[in-house]
């Protein structure tokens, strides 16, 4: 078995466990709320799957795409817009 058949087999034997729950009471007397906390082994796993898949999905995504992307923001947004608006960049 070559090397990437058996990463390609390792990634399709992968089984999550159980997350743990934990419920979170609030302050206020409102009911509280459940809390799901996965194992580390899949926290690294999750990791480890976007380290990889980042750089090759960032490729695909317009220029103008700010969501849930690293070094990305809301003002990194607001900043694109305006720029759009006022390309001479005068009042």
Not at 16 to 39: F, K, Q, S
Not at 51 to 61: C, G, K, R, S
């Amino acid at each position: 078995m070559t090397g990437d058949k058996r990463v390609f087999a390792r990634i399709h034997a992968f089984n999550t466990l159980l997350a743990e729950w934990h419920r979170i009471e609030a302050n206020d007397g409102a009911p509280g709320r459940a809390l799901a906390i996965p194992a580390v082994r899949d926290r690294v796993a999750q990791g480890a799957a976007a380290l990889v898949i980042t750089p090759v999905l960032d490729l695909e995504f317009e220029s103008a795409s700010f969501g849930f992307r690293r070094h990305r923001s809301v003002p990194h947004a607001v900043a694109q817009i305006l720029s759009c608006c006022n390309p001479c960049g005068c009042g």
